[in-house]
């Protein structure tokens, strides 16, 4: 059975780092794209980060450009958002492509086919 489950959100202040996790079972993540995505309140998901399985292409959203890093090795994904801010509050979703493009990361919400149940970040100003 594949289970994708996200761990480190929490409550932050506007300007710390945070690094999210996603623990992998059932699946080997060398095979697989993963993307990060979030849902503010009141607001659509959205793809913040990407990484291509082979790990050599990742995407990042306009709105993190400067400020995430997106990783991934054989059993868990990573991203790591810095200088955070108030509109980064949203529930954070991991998900898992199987294959896919060498060098395009995807990032569309039905190209994954596993995800996370989503772990919530707040940042208080």
């Known amino acids: 059975q594949v289970q994708l489950r996200e761990s480190g959100g929490g409550l932050v202040q506007a300007g710390e780092s945070l690094r999210l996790s996603c623990a992998a079972s059932?699946?080997?993540?060398?095979?697989?794209?993963m993307g990060w995505f979030r849902q503010p309140p009141g607001k659509d998901r959205e793809c913040v980060a990407s990484i291509t399985y082979s790990g050599t292409s990742t995407y990042h959203a306009d709105s993190v450009k400067d400020r995430v890093s997106i990783s991934k090795d054989k059993n868990m994904a990573y991203l790591e958002i810095n200088r955070l801010k108030a509109e980064d509050t949203a529930v954070y979703y991991c998900?898992?492509?199987?294959?896919?493009?060498?060098?395009?990361?995807?990032?569309?919400?039905?190209?994954?086919?596993?995800w996370g149940q989503g772990v919530q970040v707040t940042v208080s100003s």
């Open positions: 059932g699946i080997n993540l060398v095979t697989f794209a």
């Open positions: 998900a898992a492509q199987r294959g896919g493009s060498y060098d395009s990361p995807p990032t569309r919400q039905y190209e994954f086919l596993y």
